[in-house]
């Protein structure tokens, strides 16, 4: 081989390894996310979090009397 060969293939080999460095930087995400719907969640114990709103307690209290009253009815009718 002669010098020039050498070199050219000296800096491909170089030019090679550094793309494959950078495509290995961009795959890496800095932080991994969980993906929740509409949002994107970062804290793993937020189910846990003292400020977690109350909507929730008020569906199931309003959804049970209104199952349990419709569930009633049906089993009344004789259609369970």
């Known amino acids: 081989m002669s010098d020039l060969e050498e070199r050219a293939t000296q800096k491909r080999e170089a030019t090679v390894k550094q793309l494959l460095r950078r495509a290995a930087k961009r795959t890496r995400p800095s932080q991994v996310f969980s993906v929740v719907p509409h949002t994107r969640e970062t804290d793993a114990n937020r189910e846990f979090a003292p400020d977690r709103d109350g909507d ?25």
């Open 56 to 80: 929730a307690i008020v569906w199931f209290l309003i959804a049970l009397p209104v199952f349990m009253v419709a569930h009633a009815l049906c089993v009344k009718m004789g259609a369970i």
